[in-house]
């Protein structure tokens, strides 16, 4: 089995930052594709944003401009940092890797989520 924890999530004021970091542990052969997804009150997850194992990036239309997502793959690990923020980025965040354990093949797995409020 793959896990995935993610912190950093918290109360902030509009315009603060956030930076949301996700952990992957469990003998892990290999990661391809890491992301970000959110949900908001009343509403269905949805991507935030993606990289691939080779570095490329994918954001949906909310992050643009704001938000930066990075990996570290000597941690096995995915960040957002998130600028700017607004307080329709209300939702509980999402971690998500498609990662293949050493004893089997690729599937998707997701992390517990974690809070971010942006409210003053």
């Known amino acids: 089995q793959v896990q995935l924890v993610e912190s950093g999530g918290g109360l902030v004021q509009p315009g603060g930052s956030l930076r949301l970091s996700c952990a992957a542990s469990g003998n892990i052969f290999s990661i391809s594709v890491m992301g970000w997804y959110r949900q908001g009150p009343g509403k269905q997850r949805e991507l935030v944003a993606a990289i691939t194992s080779g570095g490329i990036t994918d954001y949906q239309a909310p992050a643009k401009g704001r938000f930066t997502i990075s990996r570290d793959d000597a941690k096995n690990a995915v960040y957002l940092q998130m600028n700017s923020l607004k307080p329709e980025d209300t939702a509980v965040y999402y971690c998500?890797?498609?990662?293949?354990?050493?004893?089997?093949?690729?599937?998707?797995?997701w992390g517990q989520g974690t809070q971010v409020t942006v409210s003053s």
């Open positions: 998500n890797a498609d990662a293949r354990h050493v004893d089997g093949p690729s599937a998707d797995y």
